[in-house]
Structure formats: structure tokens, C-alpha cells
């Protein structure tokens, strides 16, 4: 079987971002940006397939400006086998990101595509999704856990009620959570290494695709402040502080 | 502008959320809800103020199911609309693609008929956008909006689609418990990793039933197997806006706090006065909390709360 997994360069998960004052965006020159981390778990899922040797191929696909080279490498020390980096300097939607998925899908047809299920920069969780629809293709998104049963998927996802299974044919779109697996960190030969496997740029422009913006962003704000209350010294005092705004709630 | 509404059903039943998110499709126009699972659901579903009519449909769980029965309905709506919630966020992209839609989801706020926030970000920042598209894909956060009333009549049509899905549903591992409803709750206790194991993650759970309170949890907490994956909150887990959070020994990672940011109280119980939730919390407590919690949860006990 072939999977292609996903990848996306965003600002890294540590970094506490700022609202540029203009209010155009978040600040994201000069910040130091990663693979997010839910595609690493796609990535170490993929990965973990090929060592089970259910996969001959894995092949990742990152759509970005040139550095999201970077996050491909990565995920080529990781295990994966080939790249491919869709190079725009846009800021897309999601949208116009799955349909040039879809376009690359068509192109490779991968057996399995893995995502993760969301970005922690635009937090949209999308993309997977919107891929399943546009390639006629079941989905399985925030798994946990993904069992190959012959032509089948199984896959238990984390939804707001626990857990659940599924079973979904293949060929099918899976996106990551955080529980699927503990990715792993490349020992430097593997890094060494990765810089002579295939990495194939494109630029978008020649893949057919509208990638034009749907929606207008107005502004970028930053959240309303929280700043430290009082600090309280006693138990006694923390529950009467408690009691007096409990027993104020209006029932709802 | 015309809404239809996809209800959110947990087990079958109607979910607190669904008059959240029907409170916030009724600000663009007249909502059709749409039902599909039981009967009994579709007729509590009426009773939602603002509810123009309930289409009630056989039951679906799964995203391309679910997916399809929308589309067949799409073309007489402008807004097709759902809640953020794991099942919203596995169909609505879905359908926006097959509609050839850019979605706006997990909107906080609506600033006019096509004007949306939105956190990004982890909620470190909001994203104000204009959506001029002819059909809108939308889900809301329940949390962000005040449920509707109820005592409404809506009638109810019943949609005879056959659903089909090439998934298959194998089993549903749900955590049972009688405590309230994480997301629409409105006091909520979290407790985070220093608990130290699942027996001491009980005392927060006792400090939440004294409170009549729902239960919530870091990762760190649920990864280390002391409260199930449910209880999450954060940018990964539930976004809760209760009256009043108390967090019992949680650092306050920003991807903690990204789930939090619409409480209207924070406490906070830490070892650390250094600790970034000590930081944004109207009251802290420094101490231990296996020390504190239990003399906390009995003098509440004593104090004869109005709940
Ligand atoms: C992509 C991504 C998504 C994530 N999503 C989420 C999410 O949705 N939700 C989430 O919660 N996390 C999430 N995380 C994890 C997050 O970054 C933190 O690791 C996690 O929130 C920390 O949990 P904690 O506060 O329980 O543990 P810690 O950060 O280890 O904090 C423990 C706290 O307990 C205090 N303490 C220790 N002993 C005691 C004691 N005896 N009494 C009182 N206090 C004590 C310490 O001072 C400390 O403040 C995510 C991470 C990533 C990378
Ligand atoms: N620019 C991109 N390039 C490659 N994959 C992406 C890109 N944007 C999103 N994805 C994939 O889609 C997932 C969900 O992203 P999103 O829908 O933006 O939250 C990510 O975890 C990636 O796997």
C-alpha cells in the first residue's frame, strides 16, 4: 500500500504568538516555526506502517513557501520516503489547500492519506475532510488508533462522548490526534540521510486551481487580557469565596 | 436568510448544546433544525424557541452520511449551520467541499449577517471575517452563545432519505457518568498531572459533585491515564465558558488556557505562585492541593450550598 501524509509548516506550538498592532495578523517573522504537531503523528503512523511493512511507499506533501522544505525533511528523517513541496508564497484557505491535495491524490493515488487533524495556527480542521469529499473517499478524522484489517480500516477516533470505532475501506483519508502514537525524534544520520531522498518542488500556479480567497479578513485582535486576581490564604477563605458565588449563580 | 440547522444529538438524545448553537443560526434567519436520530429528540427539538421547523431524518452518526443527507437539503438555505463539536467538525468541511464552500467555523461571535470571529491560534488571537460567499458553512462554539428558550411547537416533517455511508460503526467506548455536561456546564472542576494518579484525581472529582460541578482535565492528566480522553480541555479538548473553573494543580499551558478563556471566574489551586494560570486567575490558593482539596470539598459540604 502507498500513503501520503500531509504536512504543514506552521509557528511553533511553544512560541507565544503576538498580534501584529496594525491589526493585519500574527506576528510570524523571525518566529520560529515547525512541523505541527499533529502531522508528526500522522507522519510516525505512516512511518510505523512501513517498519510493519504494510507500505511500500510513504510520500509527503507540503503546500508553502520554500522553507516548508524544512518540515518535509523532517518527516523524511523520520522514515517517509519522498517529498513533495507545492511552493506558494499565498496564504491559502482551506479550501484551495485540499483541492490541491485532491490534485496530488489524483496524481500518486495513495492507498491511505494521512493528516492531522488540525493546525495549530488557523485551527481550522479542515482540511482532511474537505479532501474525503473532494476525492469521493470515507474518512476517519482524530484517530487514536488505526488497525489495517485486510482491504479495511479500523479506526477509533476521540469524540466528545469517549471514544468510537469505525471501519472504513481503503482507499480513505485518517486524520491524527495527539494519542495516536509518540512520534519520534531523527538521530542525526537520518537527518544526514534524508537530504539525498527525492524531494520534488512544484510550483502551485501549475496545478489548475483557483486558489483566490472566498472570505475577507477584516482584522486580527488579540483575546481580551486575564490578569492575576488575589490571592487567598486560607481554606476557610477560599470556600466562602466559593459558597457566596455559587449560591449567586442564576440557574440556567 | 434561510438556516438549516444540523441538531447535535449525544447517544440518540437532544444535547444541551443544540439550543446554544440554535440561539446563535436564529440571528441570521428563520432555522429549520434538523434532526436525525430518534423521534423523541425531534420532538423535544420543537420545543426550541426559534425553531421554524423540525426535519426529522433516520439516524446518522457518520461524517459522509451525514454529509450527503445536507447536501440534498442545501439548495433551499443560504446558511447551512451545526455545532462545533466533534460531529459538526467531522461533516461541515465535508459538506462545504462537496458545496464548493470555504467554511467559517467555531465562531464565537456574530458581528452582522455575513460578519464572523473566530479564534485562531489557540484563542491567542481573534479573526474577524466577512464571508461573501452565496451559501455560508458555519459551526458555532455552544459555549459562546446563551441557550434559547424552550415552549416552542415547531412542526416537525418527516424526511424519508435513505442514508448510506461506505464506514461502517463498530462500537461507541463512552465514558458514563452522571455528572453534568462538560461543555454547557456551568461551574467546572479541572484537575492536571500533580494529582499523581487515578485515586487522586477522586478528590477532584469530589470536590465537583459537592459543587454540582462537571469534571475537566489537562492532557498531561488524561495521557497519564488519570481521567478519560472526554474530560479534555483545550485547544485540542472541550472549550468550556462556565461561570466559575477551579483549577486544581494545572499549570496553565496555553493550550490549557485556550479552552478556558471564557470562564467568567478562574481559581486556581497550585504549589507554584509562579505558574501561568496563577497569573490569569481572579483568586489563587499556594498550597497542595491533596492537602487543601479535601478540607475544601468538606467545608463546602458544611456551608449548605444552594445547589
Ligand atoms: C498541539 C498540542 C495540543 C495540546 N492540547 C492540549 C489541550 O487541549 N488541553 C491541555 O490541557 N493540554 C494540551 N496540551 C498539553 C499542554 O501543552 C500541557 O502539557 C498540559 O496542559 C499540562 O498539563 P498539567 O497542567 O496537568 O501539567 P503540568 O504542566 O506539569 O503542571 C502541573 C502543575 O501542578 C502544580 N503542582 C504540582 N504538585 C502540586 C500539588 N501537590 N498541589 C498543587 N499543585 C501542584 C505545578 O506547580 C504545575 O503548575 C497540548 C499540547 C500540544 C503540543
Ligand atoms: N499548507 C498545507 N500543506 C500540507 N498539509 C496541510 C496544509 N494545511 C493543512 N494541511 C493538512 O491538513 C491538516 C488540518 O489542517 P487545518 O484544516 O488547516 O486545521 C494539517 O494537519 C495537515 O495535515
Redesign the interface.
Known amino acids: 500500500m502507498k500513503i501520503l501524509v500531509a504536512v504543514k509548516r506552521v ?1 511553533d ?1 511553544n512560541v ?2 503576538r ?1 501584529r498592532p496594525d491589526g493585519t495578523g ?1 506576528e510570524t517573522t523571525g518566529v520560529r516555526m515547525s512541523m505541527n504537531p499533529f502531522c508528526k503523528h500522522a507522519v510516525e503512523a505512516a512511518v510505523q506502517m512501513a517498519e510493519a511493512g504494510h507500505t511500500e511507499e510513504v510520500v509527503i506533501v507540503s503546500i508553502g513557501p520554500k522553507p516548508a522544505n524544512d518540515v518535509i525533511l523532517t518527516a523524511l528523517a523520520m522514515g517517509a520516503h519522498r517529498g513533495v513541496l507545492i511552493e506558494t508564497d499565498q496564504a491559502l ?3 484551495a489547500i ?1 483541492k490541491l491535495l485532491a490534485k496530488v491524490v489524483d496524481e500518486e493515488k495513495p492507498d491511505l492519506v494521512l493528516l492531522g ?2 493546525a ?15 476525492t469521493d ?6 484517530a ?1 488508533a488505526i488497525k489495517l484489517a485486510g482491504d479495511e480500516l ?1 479506526v ?14 481503503l482507499p480513505a483519508i485518517v486524520t491524527a ?3 495516536l502514537n509518540t512520534p519520534r525524534n531523527a538521530a542525526l544520520p537520518m537527518v544526514m540521510k534524508a537530504r539525498a531522498k527525492p524531494l520534488a518542488i512544484r510550483p502551485a500556479s501549475e496545478l489548475g486551481v483557483d486558489l483566490a ?11 481580551a487580557e ?18 457566596d ?3 449567586a ?1 442564576e440557574a ?1 | 436568510m434561510s438556516v438549516l440547522l444540523l441538531a447535535e444529538l449525544d447517544n440518540g438524545a437532544l444535547s444541551a448544546s443544540t439550543a446554544r448553537v440554535a440561539a446563535a443560526a436564529a440571528q441570521l434567519g428563520p432555522v429549520d433544525l434538523l434532526v436525525a436520530g430518534p423521534r423523541a429528540a425531534a420532538d423535544q427539538a420543537a420545543t426550541i424557541a426559534g425553531i421554524a421547523k423540525v426535519i426529522h431524518a433516520k439516524e446518522a452518526v457518520l461524517a459522509d452520511g451525514l454529509a450527503t443527507l445536507l447536501a440534498g437539503l442545501a439548495e433551499a438555505y443560504t446558511v447551512i449551520a451545526a455545532a462545533a463539536s466533534t460531529t459538526g467538525k467531522d461533516v461541515m468541511p465535508r459538506l462545504a467541499a462537496k458545496l464548493d464552500v470555504q467554511p467559517v467555523t467555531d465562531i464565537v461571535a456574530i458581528e452582522g449577517a455575513t460578519r464572523f470571529v473566530r479564534p485562531i491560534y489557540a484563542g491567542n488571537a481573534l479573526e474577524t471575517v466577512t464571508d461573501l460567499q452565496a451559501k455560508h458553512v458555519l459551526t458555532f462554539r455552544p459555549s459562546a452563545f446563551r441557550p434559547a428558550a424552550s415552549g416552542n411547537a415547531a412542526p416537525i416533517e418527516a424526511l424519508d432519505a435513505d442514508i448510506v455511508s461506505a464506514a461502517r460503526f463498530i462500537a461507541a467506548h463512552r465514558t458514563e457518568s452522571d455528572i453534568p455536561d462538560l461543555s454547557t456546564a456551568q461551574i467546572v472542576v479541572g484537575g492536571g498531572v500533580s494529582v499523581g494518579s487515578a485515586e487522586g484525581f477522586k478528590l477532584v472529582e469530589a470536590l465537583g459533585r459537592t459543587l454540582g460541578a462537571a469534571i475537566g482535565a489537562t492532557r498531561a492528566a488524561v495521557d497519564a491515564g488519570y481521567a478519560p480522553n472526554d474530560w479534555q480541555v483545550g485547544q485540542t479538548g472541550k472549550i468550556i465558558a462556565p461561570d466559575l473553573y477551579i483549577a486544581v494543580g494545572i499549570s496553565g499551558a496555553l493550550q490549557h488556557l485556550a479552552g478556558i478563556q471564557g470562564a467568567k471566574k478562574i481559581i486556581a489551586i497550585n504549589t507554584d505562585a509562579e505558574a501561568p494560570i496563577v497569573k490569569i486567575a481572579d483568586v489563587a490558593l499556594i498550597g497542595d492541593l491533596f492537602d487543601i482539596l479535601p478540607k475544601l470539598t468538606a467545608e463546602l459540604e458544611k456551608s449548605g450550598l444552594k445547589r
Not at chain 1, 120 to 134: E, R
Not at chain 1, 137 to 142: D, G, I, K, V
Open positions: 509557528v506550538h507565544r504568538i498580534v500574527v484557505e482551506t479550501l485540499a487533524k488540525q495549530v495556527d488557523d485551527d481550522s480542521n479542515h482540511v482532511g475532510q474537505m479532501l474525503a469529499a473532494l473517499r470515507p474518512q476517519a478524522t482524530f487514536s479500523e477509533t477516533r476521540e469524540v466528545d462522548s469517549g471514544r468510537e470505532t469505525i471501519a472504513i475501506p490526534d495527539l494519542r480567497p472566498r472570505l475577507k479578513v477584516e482584522k486580527v485582535s488579540p483575546p486575564r490578569s492575576a486576581g488575589r490571592a487567598v490564604n486560607s481554606v476557610a477563605e477560599l470556600a466562602a469565596i466559593i459558597a458565588d455559587v449560591n449563580m440556567i
